[in-house]
């Protein structure tokens, strides 16, 4: 199993500029998040999905979407992106209704210029 | 909006010492997981507490989740330089489970 993998690992865009990074799991949990990690601020949920076809919002959801159509995808899209969305983005996944472990991905450095 | 506070933020100890973190909210949580992250990686879970006063060790490691379920502690029996990185607590709440992440506590343990 190769577990949670983010593509791309490193991105710079320019303010206003569209993009959406990747995330993919293999372990068939029904469970998905994006969280971004900035310094001094721990990891702050985006969204979150729950199973395929149903998204909700989390802590800090502005400026970011996300779909649902696979159990293994759930990409996150910046729409118009902005200098206040640099930042380290992580996805995570987790089997629901078994283990509580959360597996993370490695990780998505963005720098908005 | 939950808020998980970790102390101290940054810790620097010579292998061999002894340290503790601290995690503490003024909200309950259904189970609290502590988290190591090391540079260029995502978080690794490292242990969930689930019971109010419920300890558990993890070879050198021992975490405590409070009675009241709103903070827990991390101590570290001899710390070694494979101990460094940055620990994260994460309190777990609603029907989601999902989690509210504290702010980190870095740790540098040297030779």
């Known amino acids: 199993n190769a577990g949670v993998t983010q593509t791309p690992k490193f991105q710079v865009l320019k303010t206003g500029q569209s993009m959406t990074l990747q995330c993919a799991q293999d372990m068939n949990h029904e469970y998905m998040s994006w969280y971004?990690?900035?310094?001094?601020?721990?990891?702050?949920?985006?969204?979150?999905?729950?199973?395929?076809?149903?998204t909700d919002q989390g802590e800090v959801p502005n400026g970011y979407n996300v779909s649902r159509s696979t159990t293994e995808d759930f990409p996150l899209r910046l729409l118009s992106a902005a200098p206040s969305q640099t930042s380290v983005y992580f996805c995570a996944s987790r089997d629901i209704s078994g283990s509580d472990t959360q597996y993370f991905g490695p990780g998505t450095r963005l720098t908005v210029l | 909006?939950?808020?998980?506070?970790?102390?101290?933020q940054f810790l620097s100890i010579q292998e061999g010492e002894n340290l503790t973190v601290y995690c503490n909210s003024s909200s309950v949580f259904s189970s609290l997981q502590w988290y190591r992250q090391e540079p260029g990686e995502g978080p690794v879970l490292l242990v969930t507490v689930v019971t109010g006063g419920e300890v558990k060790k993890l070879k050198r490691l021992t975490f405590q989740f409070g009675d009241a379920r709103k903070d827990s502690s991390l101590h570290i029996?001899?710390?070694?330089?494979?101990?460094?990185?940055?620990?994260?607590?994460?309190?777990?709440?609603?029907?989601?489970?999902?989690?509210?992440?504290?702010?980190?506590?870095?740790?540098?343990?040297?030779?």
Do not use: N
């Not at chain 2, 909006?1 to 101290?8: A, I, M, R, Y």
């Not at chain 2, 609603?94 to 989690?99: H, Y």
């Open chain 1, 36 to 54: 971004r990690q900035d310094p001094g601020m721990g990891l702050r949920l985006i969204h979150y999905s729950v199973g395929a076809g149903i």
């Open chain 2, 1 to 8: 909006t939950q808020l998980l506070e970790q102390s101290p």
């Open chain 2, 77 to 111: 029996t001899a710390a070694q330089p494979g101990d460094t990185g940055l620990y994260l607590c994460a309190g777990a709440s609603g029907t989601a489970s999902k989690l509210t992440f504290g702010t980190g506590t870095r740790l540098q343990v040297t030779l």
